[in-house]
């Protein structure tokens, strides 16, 4: 990644962006932050240069080893049902993937913690942190089902791929009063929930039906 991909194929693709930010606004997006880090953040960067002219679609597409860059509609929807109009210390990502989602929260958040359980992912998404410069990102190569403990509590935990049952050290690991979006359920049958520590224990609402990876046990 060069210095004049990240600026060249980005300035070129400043309409086809402006395009997918009022689509986003047309699904219901609202948060203004949200939606202005999305415009500024060069998606194209993210996936196999084959893909880039389809970065600024809003679909899902493959990055290799049966993996997905998530749909930026739901990269939206997950980054404003996580943030709800606070501000956030420290937040855990599990699936890191290609990295995207943990860009867009890095500029949202002070601190984000992600893990992804395939190294070579990892690495690549490291590689692109470093080359656009945050610094506000940690990584760790393991299963994300057990969360981060040496961080943890959390003010916000954010899951993109989808377990059938919630893993309890995720709910664990959550600060007081503090959210888990997590899409949950078999394949196919999943939904978004949002799941919030209170005094008396947990409250989960679900939202829309929702399409992600299986949160798969161990690394690899
Ligand atoms: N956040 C990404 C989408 C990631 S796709 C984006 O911005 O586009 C889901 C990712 O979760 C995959 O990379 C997959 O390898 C990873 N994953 C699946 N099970 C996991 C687990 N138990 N722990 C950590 N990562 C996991």
């Known amino acids: 990644m060069k210095e004049n991909q990240i600026r060249g194929i980005g300035m070129t693709s400043e309409r086809t962006r402006g ?3 009022q689509r986003l606004r047309d699904m219901g997006i609202k948060n203004e932050q949200v939606l202005a880090t999305i415009l500024n953040t060069p998606r194209h960067l993210f996936v196999d240069e084959a893909l880039a002219s389809r970065a600024y679609e809003d679909t899902a597409l493959p990055i290799g080893q049966g993996q997905t860059i998530s749909q930026p509609y739901i990269v939206a929807r997950m980054t404003e049902l996580l943030l709800q109009g606070e501000h956030l210390q420290h937040v855990l990502e599990v699936g890191t993937g290609c990295g995207y989602q943990t ?3 890095s500029h949202l958040v002070d601190k984000v913690y992600t893990v992804e359980r395939l190294e070579q992912l ?3 998404a490291g590689r692109r942190f470093h080359q656009l410069r945050l610094r506000n990102i940690r990584t760790q190569h393991s299963d994300g089902g057990w969360g981060w403990e ?5 003010d916000g935990i954010i899951v993109t791929a989808a377990p059938t049952d919630i893993p309890e050290p995720l709910l664990q690991q959550l600060a007081p009063g503090a959210r888990l979006v997590i899409p949950v359920g078999a394949d196919r049958q999943q939904s978004l929930a949002v799941i919030t520590r209170t005094p008396e224990g947990f409250e989960q609402v679900n939202h829309e039906a929702v399409t992600f990876v299986p949160l798969v046990r161990g690394r690899a």
Do not use: F, G, K, N
Request: glycine letters at 0%; aromatic letters at 8%.
């Open 122 to 124: 990892l690495q690549q």
């Open 19 to 21: 395009r997918l930010i």
């Open 150 to 154: 040496a961080h943890a509590p959390y």
């Open 103 to 105: 860009t867009i929260l």
